[in-house]
Nanobody, 113 residues
């Protein structure tokens, strides 16, 4: 499975961005796709994940601000990020998980104060 993430950039605090991730290869049903991030000097943390055809879970720090949604027909996952804060600055990684974990290359989100 290959993952291609896009959509990162520079935004002011309070702004919005949408990240996209396209999965290709042998995509199996019942997979999990989602987003992790790694800020400067911080460990990688889970942001949001969604089971195909099922529920999504969010980190407490992004609840109410970020929304993950999937287009299973296109093997895409998106992360709508609203009311961005400087502490959201990080490299965001897309994840596909089914019979192993697969990661995208990361896309940088920078939120200026």
């Amino acid at each position: 499975v290959q993952l291609q993430a896009s959509g990162g950039g520079l935004v002011q605090a309070g702004g919005s961005l949408t990240l996209s991730c396209a999965a290709s290869g042998k995509i199996l049903s019942g997979n999990v796709m989602g987003w992790y991030r790694q800020g400067p000097g911080k460990p990688r943390e889970r942001v949001a994940v969604a089971i195909s055809g099922g529920r999504a879970t969010y980190a407490d720090s992004v609840k109410g601000r970020f929304t993950i949604f999937r287009d299973n027909a296109k093997n895409m996952v998106y992360l709508q990020m609203n009311n961005l804060k400087p502490e959201d600055t990080a490299v965001y990684y897309c994840l596909y998980s089914k019979s192993g974990d697969y990661w995208g290359q990361g896309t940088l989100v920078t939120v200026s104060s």
